[in-house]
């Protein structure tokens, strides 16, 4: 299974560092996406990061503020986010599909628990 942690409460302009750890499977042989689900709004991929740690980026308010990387030692892929805006409030969860990325969550293998983050202004 998949767990993502790391949320809380951060004032605009800050940072979070969220962390989505596997149980159970390796993430080696996966490709892993953050999605975000904000209120009233539907859930959306953001940015996932390829087996080897390339990115690819889904989201246009991704770019220059958040970026993926992994540590298949640990088994965990990171999402860190900069210069949040109280629009990023919103559900991070990730989800892991074999090999490719995808942005479309029913294309995942496994699926995780969201954690929820809200930005202040």
Known sequence: QLQASGGGLVQAGGSLRLSCAASGFSLDSYAITWFRQAPGKEREGIICIQMRGSSVVYAGFVQGRFTVSRDNAKNTVYLQMNSLRPE???????????YICSRDNIAMKYRGKGTQVTVSS
């Open 88 to 98: 990023d409030t919103a559900v991070y969860s990730c989800a892991a599909r074999t």
